[in-house]
């Protein structure tokens, strides 16, 4: 059965003055999929997340969000849309239930439905005990949650979430993650924009790599990984003098430049897997008298897909 495309988009160009924020831009999000924008800051991710949900205006290019065009059928988009930015929004001095009450009758919803709503999603994002409280005694996790709940009271069928987690400790992390997973489950369209490799990796369907406003790869996690990711052979040593010699009998295998491992008798080599390979290794380095103390292969890493498809940050 065919699944329809909740978030559609073609061309789409946006600059500020001279500045170039998106170049071309071409996405497809299939209904109940996580689609994550990756790259680095200002790469373009918040812009396109801004022009989908009709905060922006294209200055070329189309889209479409469930079903609608956000230039000609704006107000349609926004009906079926919920976005939490990188910045919570709420209001500091309000309680967390006042602040939904609040968004929620802001959207026109009736006052009994408002309270209603408000309820369940304090429930569901654990934040019953805290609901009566000024948001300005919350911790940064809880305030993320609250700024989810306020992006579903219009119980939305796409979402849009820039940078949700930015800033968070790893328990609030994994706490989001396992919230923002919950409604992918449930139906829910999501598109992602992170920093964060091992979000994108953990919460991705698909992934679109932006750099200089432009996409340069997309694809699922895995298949960018294969594409565009690298093996890395890293090995110990007993001594920090054996570890020149080692790297001299081995570069052959390398790929790629070999790199000493910082603080330990370690070498990391980029290398091709293919079976054998570590045991071949091994008995190059007893032929010439260098013990191992550990030898593994790891496979790539979005790291590595990140590394060569974006430009490095000028200091």
Not at 58 to 77: I, K, L, Q
Not at 209 to 228: C, H, M, N, W, Y
Request: charged share 20%; with cysteine; hydrophobic share 45%.
């Amino acid at each position: 059965m065919h699944t329809p495309v909740m978030i559609e988009a073609q061309g789409l160009v946006k600059s500020f003055g001279s500045a170039q924020a998106l170049v071309d831009l071409n996405l497809t999000v299939p209904a109940g999929s996580t689609m994550c924008l990756l790259g680095p800051n200002g790469a373009g991710k918040t812009t396109a997340v801004r022009v989908l949900s009709t905060l922006l205006r294209p200055d070329a290019g189309w889209a479409r969000v469930a079903g609608h065009d956000v230039v000609a059928e704006g107000a349609a988009v926004r009906r079926r849309i919920g976005m939490s930015g990188q910045y919570v929004s709420v209001d500091e001095c309000l309680t967390g239930r006042a602040n939904l009450v609040m968004i929620a009758r802001l959207g026109r919803i009736a006052r009994p439905e408002a309270k209603r709503r408000a309820a369940d999603l304090l429930a569901t994002l654990d934040l019953e005990r805290a609901a009566d409280r000024p948001v300005r005694t919350y911790s940064g996790g809880m305030r993320r949650r609250l700024d989810l709940a306020a992006s579903l009271l219009g119980q939305p069928s796409v979402l849009f979430l820039d940078e949700p987690t930015t800033g968070l400790d790893p328990q609030s992390r994994l706490t989001l993650w396992g919230l923002i997973g919950d409604l992918v489950g449930a139906g829910t369209t999501l598109l992602l924009t992170t920093q964060y490799l091992d979000e994108a990796d953990r919460l991705a369907d698909r992934i679109c790599v932006i750099d200089g406003g432009r996409v340069t790869a997309q694809g699922s996690p895995a298949e960018l990984k294969s594409r565009f990711g690298t093996s890395h052979l890293r090995l110990t040593v007993p001594d920090t003098a054996s570890l020149a010699r080692a790297a001299d009998e081995i570069s052959g295998y390398a790929v790629g430049p070999v790199r000493r491992l910082a603080g330990h008798r370690g070498l990391d080599l980029p290398v091709v897997p293919r079976p054998g390979l570590v045991t071949e290794i091994v008995r190059v380095l007893d032929a010439a008298g260098i013990e191992v103390d550990d030898i593994t292969v790891q496979q790539p890493s979005l790291d590595d897909v990140f590394a060569s498809l974006t430009r490095p940050v000028a200091a």
